[in-house]
């Protein structure tokens, strides 16, 4: 670790000593672990409020307002996008006053009318075209495969795992069923066999991501201690070099 | 003091009034008590203490009607000597009178009538009936009243004429007729009898109805335009007054159209015995029977009056007769005269129906016998033993139970010959006859007719009816009025379930249902049962977390405490999946600057810092500008901390700041860049001209957008390249989705953490894939690392600690699944040994 | 709510989605502004969302001390952390040096920390997944991570061989068997958010209130 200086070696401390804090819940919950987590909350919090009012809405809304003349104000352009927003803005906070709350109704419909739209827009044309198409093209590359090096066992396995964990994966969360005699409700023998599949294929794929996770976090544990390391070294430099 | 209720209202009344001070209706009954009364006289007369005040309320009414029609009292008096007034009914009295009368006067006057004769000697005339003063029924005062108005009032009082009783009949002057019913009876039958009825007939009315008795005045009730069924009629003449035509002949001539054979035949009845009969059954027929051929003497019995209070009686014992009318419809509205007192036990005074015209009227009291062949039928509604309930006539007259006791006198009237219409309309087996006077034991009380008793309110049935004490009450046990005393019961009625009259179905139930039943049973009786309450909870020790840390903690720790190299042995195969990465970067031009999009949270930075880096370093090395984004406020942050490793900030790298609206942004963004994020983030307080846009310098730089390295960028297709750094899944999801139909064509590549790499790869995997590079975990960090610089940094300083973690997390899977493996081959082995040592 | 304003809201959310929808497909110029309008709106509101947000976190800690409810101390801390943050954040900006200190010595350690005992959870979570459970699901799930894991870290105790055939096995797990499950998830992650949001402009589901 580079030469500190004073503040940045308090500063030091001070993340070592809340590294410390957090990592005593390996024993159990405990004050510390608490009053770390209650300060990262505060912190987090503030952060990202002042963030928000210097990144967005600063420039975006409050900084035209005042740089503007009141006739500049009322151009079109600036009633569009500087008086509504405003006027928008007004509405939601009056949505915290129980009296007020329903006058908040239209700015949320525009939020998330317009986000609505936008997880639409980009599910139909992000996802579910391109991953369909991609799902009959792994039955191609069966014939025309990019890598010529595959051998073609790997080739047919590719062609026939992957639309197979595919199909299989959405079968699975198919829940429609036939309501028997006996009043149970089973799905067709197909459905079945094929949402067996794909629940297996559903546990793998979420078994590579559970090793994934725990290799990221063992990552992270690791740069914790060296950290942890770092400052002991640091520290104990200071002591002993005076 | 006593307070007695008023049976019309049910208002409380001083015990000596007479009539109620709220309704005006008559509280002491109508049969005077001039006397001992006899049997019949008993039924109606009033207790003790009320027949005096019935007494005194049935003479103050009578009284008032003898006073308008202005009749000289002496001749009630006269009337109330001849007969005992509790021996016989007035009308035998007067019927007894009259025969006396006719005796004298037949000799004298044989071509006058004798209602003319009665007229000419009104001192022969009988006495009312009621000799009292104020006692004169309502009905009957009303019709005189009427009769007064009508016909010039006489010069002199109105002789004592019998048929003078259908005009009191008609004015409402009371003289012993009681039922209302049989008077509007008597109406329509009078005018059928018109045609019937002859001059001798008229004759003989006119002697019988003499010897009723100087009827008094009218009792000034004008009635008639209360009563319902007077409402048509002319207005009443003077209270009390009579209405007798101006000559005694003019009525005759009326009278003497009507014939009245069954009168002439009745003249040939022999006397009726006076054990037999009731005097209120008897008929005018049958009081003509009385005429001169027959002589009917009343028995003089002791204690016992006779009857009285027929309007045709001669020398009647005057009944008392309740100053003010009994019923609320027959209050008049003029003051009431005194009525002629009723003798005691005579049949109570009826009240008219609606009086017909005069000239009716004057048929009417011409006919004698049509108004005394309905006099059967007052017998036929008195019973004979009339106990319960107490009867109109007995309420009227302030009685509670009409009286029985006639005194043996025989009020019979079945002698009497009757014509047919007037047999037939005697009533059941066991009613008096023609000519049968009634016992006074079987007197019954005389009741209204239903027609009237429909007018009459309720609540006059109160006031006989004996009141239950208050503790006497039962007590009202159940339900919302549970407490309270004299409310009805609604147990019996309301509360008590009683059986469904109707057959129940048969209920099918299937096996499914019973099951279900028997569920949602069984959970009703868990809700019902006590459960202990819930022992504190054992507090255990985590030992099994508390290895696994202390296994972790170690193996990532003592290689890094340690410096040691024991995964030494860096990877010699590089993933696939690098090379096309690696590809991507070194294919980028450098006048233009690539976007980089740091979207992790601090957490991850960690990992991604040590993947990111090497990354981020080929790119500063190959001297492509920089220009950071962020949809997380610490993004921006993150960037700079590892971003300052490599390069200076508006030299290498920039920063556009925070894009706040999660795809929303990455849209306005995608489409807009510059007013998405219009101002940046750590912009340089001192800035070289080199770092500002051409153009700019010497201007204030309050915005990234002035900078050199992002020249003249206006949309994301002109970022060379989108990068995005991320650790979950969904923001990795997004920049896929929204950003490249924004790109034209331009690379997307990612820098994942090894947990979101699975759900990222199928954007990779495809002929034409959104992402074109993925590099991800920390194998790939250290061989970029090493790719880049020929060595390893902080990868290196982390790989050992890296991999003893990940070998001490594959021991614990290991041992766990062994134990597992284990203990489950162990259970089955049990189950199996049992199973077999069972068998 | 009476049922015009009702409606009302329904209509904006309607319209302004269809608006940002359109433009996904159809490339003409008033959709195209009416569309970049209508998220520069929802950016701005989203903004102020968030500060509304954070006097929320305010208001919520701040009665909890008042009624001293269990745990109050911890929220006087926040209070005071929060406001100390915000009240530098607006004096000296988000990216001066002390707000860049305040991240890197209190706010990154933390949240480090914090994700560096995931570790330990995931290692306690698989130990006692691969005791208690043993249907087939379970095994390819622990069987996969196993053999990822096993594959990612070449083991000085494996030869070479061992370590390629290994690593081989890894990347068909991650590449081929995970990607089609993976792909699977995706598709029906895209499909319930289209759903989803069908249903919010069809104003079907009415999230921002009646």
Known sequence: ?242 | MAEIRCPMCSQPNPEDAEVCVSCHARLKPLIANNGPSSAADDRLETPAPQADSGAAQGSDWLSRMRSGAAEPEARDEEQSENITPDATPDWLGRLRDTQARQADQQAEQETEPDWAAQRASPEDSQPAPDAQEGEVPDWLARIRQRESEEIVAQPEAPEIDDVDWRSRLGQGDSAGVEDVEISARLMGQMEEAEADLGSESDQAALEFSQSAGDEPASAGIDDRQELPFMAEEPSSPASGEYDYPEEPGALDADVSEVELPWLASAESQPEPSPDEGDSSGLAAGEAAAFSEDLEFEWPEVEGLDKPSGMPWEGGAVAHEVPEEPAFDWLESSEPQQSAPPMDEGALPREEPEVAPAKSAEERIFGVELGLDADVPEVAEHVPPEAVEPPSTSALILGEEQPPTDTGGVDLSLDDIDLPDWLADMQGPAGAPGRGEIVDDAALAPATLPSWLEAMRPVDSFRSVMDGESADSQAVESAGPLAGLRGVLMAEPVVAMPHPATIGSAGLEVTERQFAQAEILQHILVEEEREFPPAQPARTSLPLLRWIISIVLVLSVAMPTFLPSIFFGVFPKKLFPDFSKFIAVVESLPTDAPALVVFDYPPGYNGELSTIAGPFLEHLVRRGVPIATLSTTPTGPLLAEAILSKYGENWTNYIHLGYLSGGPTAVQVFAAAPRSAVPRGFKIPTTLQDAQIKDGLQGERINSAWQSKLLGDVERLSDFSMVAVITAGPESARTWAEQAPNWMDGKPLIMVLSAGAEPLVRPYHESTNPQVQGIIAGMPTAVGYELYINGQTHAAENRWDAFGFGMFSVLLILLVGGLYGLGRGLWRLGMRTTRGGVDD | MKLGAHLVWAVVAGAAGLFVLLGYFIDYEIIVAMRLVLMRWAVLIAAWALMLGIVNILYVHFIKVQDMEPGWPYSIVLMLALIATVIFGFLFRPDSEIMVMVFNYIHLPIETSLMALLPITLAVAGFRLVIQKRDWASMAFAGAAFFVLLGTVQWPFFSDDMFENLSGLREWLVQVLASGGARGILLGVALGAIVTGLRVLLAVDRPYGD
């Open chain 1, 1 to 242: 670790m580079t030469e500190l200086s004073g503040l940045d070696l308090v500063g030091t401390l001070i993340a070592a000593l809340l590294t410390v804090m957090v990592l005593t819940y390996i024993i159990g919950d405990n004050f510390l672990f608490r009053l770390a987590t209650y300060i990262f909350i505060g912190v987090a919090a503030g952060y990202a409020g002042s963030v928000a009012a210097h990144s967005v809405l600063g420039p975006g809304l409050f900084s035209p307002l005042l740089d503007s003349s009141l006739q500049e104000i009322f151009e079109s352009t600036n009633i569009i996008n500087l008086l509504i927003p405003c006027l928008m803005i007004l509405l939601l906070t009056l949505k915290i006053f129980p009296g007020g709350a329903r006058y908040g109704g239209l700015p949320m419909a525009i939020l998330v009318g317009v986000g609505a739209a936008v997880v639409v827009g980009g599910g139909i044309t992000g996802t579910l075209i391109p991953q369909s198409l991609s799902a009959t093209e792994t039955v191609d590359s069966l014939l025309q495969s990019s890598n010529a090096e595959e051998p073609i066992f790997e080739r047919l396995i590719y062609a026939v795992v992957m639309p197979l964990g595919t199909i299989s994966t959405l079968i699975y969360f198919r829940f429609s069923a036939k309501r028997e005699l006996s009043g149970e409700a089973r799905r067709p023998f197909i459905t079945s066999v094929l949402a067996a599949v794909g629940k297996f294929f559903i546990a793998a794929t979420f078994g590579v991501m559970y090793a994934g996770a725990l290799a990221s976090s063992i990552v992270i544990l690791a740069e914790r201690f060296k950290f942890l390391k770092d400052v002991l070294t640091m520290l104990a430099d200071k002591l002993v070099g005076g």
